[in-house]
Structures are given as structure tokens and as C-alpha cells.
């Protein structure tokens, strides 16, 4: 009944047979809409409403889609994506040791990083994506490809003890990763985080420094935390004390930690970053191929943690694939609670949106299709025979995650995927470049 | 400098980058090509050479190809591809008793495995699987799929106690299936199995009498056994043993004996079955989702067992992708010994083929590329930004399982997927009936 004069504007209505908001939890909406104004999500609603309500200057209806809020990787190196398969089936000690330090002591300057970041962005544009946290040298460079692509990302700035790639020492990663601060204060596609890298390669002082600084300038901590039995028995022998109780004492066991790994927890231990509101970022596939463990999400889950999704870098991987991590941590929730219900569907799938969110301080903003929130949104469609029929809308999602692709994706409202294509990468020059990393690693495999 | 007309016929050349011989072990060869004379491996070497010494009628050239024998699924239930998505996240006994029980009551028929069984068929073609077995209902329909799309199926035919859909009891079932027996004797393409469900749902009598006649005409046995911890606790206090106790009572560990599941095994347990010749079935995907545990492949393996890889049905994983089950099987087995050189790579490639070839007893014909050997190969392709770059050429198509698509099929030789197409089954009609049982699935939801 409405004419055009009397609908509201919007930049961008998106309709699709099926939309899972995140939040409110566990619901499929059929036959569902978004309204987008100024990069914020203006509307959601019944397709036939915002249809009669909206007019809008670009409509895309999405058939077969399933529309989710957009991805959020809490956990990767994404410069590593040169280094997928370098390493393959080695133990764990050799695998670092005797290879991937070498390799990225050889290779990694500024181009490894841009190209390695730029693959890694196509990879998780077209699987899903739109916010990840990086970990790796040259941040400042990451943080160009994040804006040169349109992706959200949290720079966890690597702080070690020693000499690195990227910087001459401790000092100089402070220096670097604050100034990195200071360029993007109050942007809203690039965060800084702390990024140390775990305790047992950054020392006491410097911890300290970290949370001191943290809770100033209010920025969060990310780190690498009992990643396997290994690290854990040794800081009992060197410390009479796990690593978590360590950083307890410290005082960063808080709700702005975001601890990555985390396989190897006693039941104090669970109880203890509970009630201390620490993130956990849970990285299955990495886990699994490192043979580091299982961290205990489930546990974690009733005790009160937030959980969130991460790939970790593609050498330990080797995908970056947010939406079959999610798939692996609901079969591994499974298996280690002995109870096919528990890591259901859509808990896995709030773990890689608003899980990922809470854990970068952003659930206001991001991680949920709702009123007001920011506007990164998927549409995946299920594609092959795999995906045949369609029973269980967030359970195919999930369960038959490797049959769902990405066609459209949007931040802040802007199409960096549009029907499986992407808008801000040019590809070939990717592969090029990619190909040329790749010359450079079989030279010093 | 040979002329056609001094060279040899053969029916087909296909050269890729790579390929992946399966035995030997563990290699890799560039630039290789596989010649096919009447269905059979005629020549396997370096491309130029082939090249230079055969005239073949047809020349399949596959940039970025990678070669392999065609995957076997060694246990799945085909028709259940139509209740994928029926039971997400149920508790075990909900899932089986109220849900999958009760639709398969209402719902099967000729009909439904017929569809069913096809789109089992286009899923796994186009993932590279050529040879499956499968244990369901009206095998003799299964038969008929399996010959129309040409693939190679082994039925173990169900028996049970108490009728079903099939038979009015377990009588009808022996002679139903020796029956199907009788009318493929001598086919290369379909293979008769004894298909006891369980220990629990087929009685002393009945296993004693598939033990006889198994022996009598040379047909496998292929039984679900100790899949999960709540069986092998009733068998235990029903019988005062183990499931697996009371099969090498009746005399069935033999080699014979395809043993699928197997996630609780006590280390006697072990040398038992392995010291008698059983071979093993691990779904790992399954196992998981319906939180069973996890086969512990590295012990049987080390024992002396051989191991094959299965899907299980759709309804319990939710894909009948083998490549997948294969880099689940490498992950689970890593973080299960606790090295991450566990479960490697070529291991598990060689689970997925002539681990499966060995189960049905068809290692002499089946499950690598060696002369003599039934021309049943995949070339694999792989797609996408998640694929880059290609450093390890094994380890990329196992751990990088999603990212690897079967570009070309041919079973005996014959081209079943083509350019990503299937050349056996019409699509088209396959997703018009697919959708007319997926109403009637939804319907008895």
C-alpha cells in the first residue's frame, strides 16, 4: 500500500529464505530481511515488511542463502597461509624447532606479510570471515591490508623476550605495537591488542608492563596460553605453578585476556579464568594437529566462560575455514562429553559470531544480526549434492559446513564478496605474488 | 621417435603434475601418467615416457591435477543421505529410538533407497570415492544404483532379529540376501556380504549359522561392533564378556571379519583381533557426532590390523566425503597418541584406499595404481585461495581435504565424473525426486 515517497531510506535490503541472528539464540528466521543505512543494520524483519517499508538503492535477495552475521577468527597468523604444508606430520618440538622458526627467520619481511595477509583475506572473505585477530610481525602491515581489503582486524602486537623479525627486543615491540595504538585510535576497522606471546617466552617485568598498560589506555591482552601438556609440566618444574595460576598472581587473569588454546585445565583451573571473566579462544583443528589436546569448552561453557573460535595459522591447519572450526568444535564438544547433545549447532555458531565479539571487547558492534549493530553480514549458500535436502537450517550450517560457501559478504554494509567473487582483491596479481612466496619457501624447505 | 604406428593401443592416457600411487608407499610423482587397456592399469610412469610409447583413443591431460586411486568407503548407509539433518544433536538413544528408527519405519521403501542411494552415489562420485559399501535396506536396489551409475558397491545385506522393512524376520533376510548373492556371482562390480547389525540384535544362533556359511562360499562379514561404551557395558553385564569376547567365542574374528567402529578396545582386545586377521572399519566423523569416542587406529595399526576408513550414513556426519573422513582419521589419531607425527598423512590415504581394498578383499584388483590393478582413479584438483600454495603434495590433499574437488572418475576405466559433471546420473531428475522425499521427511518429522 506504501508508494515510494512514503518508504524509509536505506543503502542496502538483503532478503534470504533463511536468517539466523545469533541473537536472540538458536531461532532460524524464514523468509527474512536486513535494512542497512550508514554501514549500521537499520531493520530486520519479515522480507514482505521491509520490502513495504524500504526503499532501498540496492536489493539483494539471496535464493537458497542462509544469512548469518559476519565471522569473527579470534585466533591466526594470517601471513602463515605461505607456510600451509611446509611442515607436514612432524613432531611437535621438530615442526617449530627445526622448521617453522628457520623458515620464518629466512623469509619474513614486509612482502611475506602483506602477500601472506592479502591470501589470508581472500581465503576468510570467501569462507565467512570479516573480523580476525592476527598475531605476527609487522602488524603495521597487516593493518594496511585490513584496510586495503575492508576486513576488520585486532593486532595482537607480538611482544617476546629477544630479537626478533620485526623488532630488536621487548622494548622495541612496546614502542612499535603502541605507536601501531596511536595510528588507529578510534577506528573502527583496526583494534590493537597486547600480543604476548605466552609466558614462557615474556618475562615477569614485562607482563606487568603489559597489565599496567592495558588497563590505561583499556586495550586488550592476547595470549597463547597452556597450548599442551609440555608447556604446563614446565612451568611446574621452573615455577612450582601452571602458567595460569602464574598470571593469576600477576593479576591478568580479567575479562580483558583473551587466552588461546587453553587444551590443558584443571577443574580450579576452569573455575579460576571463570570467575575472572577470562575469554578462551578455541582453536580445534590446530589443537588436534599439533596433538596438543582438547580444550574443555563445554566445562568451560557452564562455568561461565565466554567462548571463541579461532583457526590458528594455516601451517597447523591447514585452512582457515571459520564455519568447519565451528563444525570440529561441536564434534569434539561431543566426543569428550561423552553426550551427542552437548556442542549443539547453534552454540558452535555463536561461538565463531558473538563469541568472537565479546572476546575483542566489540559485542555492542559486532557478532549478532541486530538493531544497531554494525553491518558485517554472510550469506552462504549450500551448494553439491552434500548439501541435499535441506532438514535443519543451522544444523546444515554447521554439521555440513565444508557444502557452505560464502557468496555474498559485507562490512560495515560495503560488498567485499559479491556472488563469490571478491570486490577489493585483485586476484590475479595474488596468485602471482603468492606464487613467487612460494618459490622463495621451496627454497629454503 | 616412434611413429603410431609402432606404438601400443590403449584405451586411455591420463597425465597430471602428480600422482599418488599408494604402493608404493609414501611417494609422490611428477608428471606421471597411467595408461588403460580394457579397464585395466596397462602402464604406469613418467608422462613423456607414455606419451611416447602408447597411441591411446582418448588423452586426458589434468593441469593441476593430482592422481589417485579411487577411494573406497568402507562402511556406509547410502539411502540415509535423504534423513541428513533429521536428528542434530539429539542424545544417541533419542537419535536412534525416537527419531531415525521411526522415520525409517514410515518412510523407506524401494523408492526412498532408490533416490537415496543415488544422491549417495552423486556425492560420492564427486568426491572421489568409486567403490562403497553399504548396509541397508532393499540391497537389491542398492545393486541396481550401483550398476546404472557404475560405481562398485559391496551390500552387506542387513540381518537382523525381528522383521523390518525389508524382511519379515531373520530367515527372509539370509535368503533375501543369498538370493543377491546368487545373482551377482562373478560380477566385478557388486560384491555380497553378511551384513549382522550388531551382537545385540542378532542372535548366537544367527551368527554361528553367518560364520558357516561365510566360510562355505568366501563372503565377508561386515558387523557394527563396539561402537560405543553403553553396548559393550551391557554386553558385559549380560554376558559376563565383551561383544568382542563373545565373537572370537563363536569363531568370527577371521579374516572375513570387517569390525566397523570399534571406539572402546581394551589393549587385549587388540592383540585379539589383530592376532586373528580383522579387518578395521573407522568412521571417525560418526564416532564423533554421536559422541561414540574415537577407533584408536595407531594401536590397532601398530598390532598389526588393517584399517579402512567409512562415512557411516549421512544422518550421523553429515557428508559422504572420504577425503575428509581421511584428514579427521590423521587429526584424531595425532592428538590421541599425543605426537603430531601420528596418523600422517600417506597413512591415511592409504586407509582410505587400500585400506578398504584389503577389507573387501579385493587388494589384488582394488585401492592403488599398479599394473594389472582395475582402472578405478580420481584426479583431484585443487580449488580455491585455502589450497595456496601447494608445498606438499600429499600432506595438501589430506590436511587441505576441504579444498581438493574430484575433477575426473573413472571406474574400470570409464569416465563416471567428467570436468566436476556426472556422466551417469540426470541431475536434474535426481534433485526433483530428492526434493519429493524431502517433503515426505518433513512431513513425518
Redesign the interface.
Known amino acids: 500500500m506504501s508508494d515510494r515517497s512514503s518508504k524509509r531510506a536505506c543503502d542496502l535490503l538483503v532478503e534470504a529464505p533463511w536468517l539466523l541472528p545469533v541473537a536472540p539464540q538458536n531461532v532460524a528466521l524464514p523468509d527474512h530481511a536486513v535494512a542497512i543505512l550508514n554501514g549500521r543494520i537499520a531493520a530486520v524483519g519479515p522480507a514482505s515488511e521491509l520490502r513495504a517499508d524500504y526503499a532501498p538503492q540496492e536489493h539483494v535477495r539471496v535464493d537458497d542463502g542462509i544469512l548469518t552475521p559476519g565471522l569473527v577468527n579470534a585466533h591466526c597468523h594470517a601471513a602463515m597461509?605461505?607456510?600451509?604444508?611446509?611442515g607436514?606430520?612432524?613432531?611437535?618440538q621438530a615442526?617449530l624447532q627445526d622448521r617453522i622458526w628457520p623458515l620464518e627467520a629466512a623469509l619474513v619481511d614486509e612482502d611475506f606479510v602483506r602477500i601472506g595477509t592479502t591470501?589470508a583475506a581472500?581465503?576468510m572473505l570467501?569462507?565467512g570471515t570479516t573480523t580476525f585477530t592476527d598475531m605476527y610481525f609487522f602488524p603495521e602491515i597487516v593493518a594496511e591490508v585490513a584496510c586495503r581489503t575492508g576486513m576488520r582486524v585486532q593486532l595482537a602486537f607480538p611482544i617476546f623476550n629477544g630479537a626478533n623479525v620485526w623488532a630488536s627486543g621487548v622494548d622495541e615491540c612496546f614502542h612499535k605495537g603502541l605507536a601501531l595504538h596511536d595510528d588507529y585510535r578510534g577506528d573502527s576497522h583496526v583494534l590493537v591488542a597486547f600480543g604476548p606471546h605466552a609466558p614462557y617466552t615474556v618475562d615477569q617485568k614485562s607482563l606487568e608492563k603489559i597489565l599496567m598498560l592495558s588497563q590505561e589506555i583499556n586495550l586488550g591482552v592476547h595470549i597463547h596460553l597452556h597450548e599442551n601438556?609440555a608447556e604446563v609440566a614446565e612451568a611446574r618444574a621452573q615455577h612450582g605453578q601452571t602458567w595460569v595460576e602464574r598470571l593469576a598472581d600477576i593479576g591478568l587473569l580479567n575479562p580483558q585476556l583473551q587466552a588461546t588454546h587453553m587444551t590443558q585445565l584443571t577443574r580450579q583451573e576452569i573455575d579460576l579464568v571463570a570467575a575472572n571473566g577470562v575469554h578462551i579462544v578455541h582453536c580445534p583443528?590446530s589443537?588436534?594437529?599439533?596433538?596438543?589436546?582438547?580444550c574443555p569448552t563445554t566445562e568451560l561453557a557452564a562455568a561461565g566462560c565466554n567462548i571463541a573460535l579461532g583457526t590458528d595459522g594455516?601451517s597447523s591447519?591447514?585452512?582457515?575455514?571459520l564455519l568447519?572450526e565451528a563444525r570440529t568444535a561441536?564434534?569434539?564438544a561431543?566426543?569428550q562429553?561423552?553426550?551427542?547433545?552437548?556442542?549443539?549447532?547453534h552454540d558452535v555458531l555463536a561461538m565463531a559470531t558473538l563469541g568472537g565479539a565479546r572476546a575483542l571487547g566489540r559485542e555492542d558492534e559486532l557478532g549478532s544480526i541486530e538493531v544497531g549493530k554494525r553491518a558485517d553480514l554472510v550469506a552462504f549458500t549450500p551448494t553439491?549434492?552434500?548439501a541435499?535436502?535441506?532438514?535443519?537450517v543451522?544444523?546444515?550450517l554447521i554439521?555440513?559446513a565444508?557444502?557452505h560457501q560464502a557468496r555474498h559478504v559485507w562490512v560495515e554494509g560495503h560488498a567485499l564478496v559479491r556472488d563469490g567473487s571478491l570486490t577489493t582483491i585483485d586476484t590475479q596479481k595474488l596468485?602471482r605474488d603468492?606464487?613467487q612466496?612460494?618459490q622463495r619457501?621451496?627454497g629454503a624447505?
Open positions: 597461509t605461505l607456510l600451509r604444508g611446509a607436514e606430520d612432524l613432531p611437535l615442526w591470501l581472500a581465503e570467501t569462507s601438556a583443528h589443537n588436534l594437529k599439533l596433538a596438543s589436546g582438547i594455516a591447519n591447514n585452512t582457515l575455514n568447519q561441536s564434534l569434539l561431543k566426543v562429553a561423552g553426550r551427542a547433545d552437548a556442542g549443539n549447532a553439491g549434492f552434500a541435499q535436502p535441506l532438514l535443519d543451522i544444523g546444515s554439521h555440513g565444508p557444502t596468485h603468492v606464487e612466496q612460494a619457501v621451496r624447505l
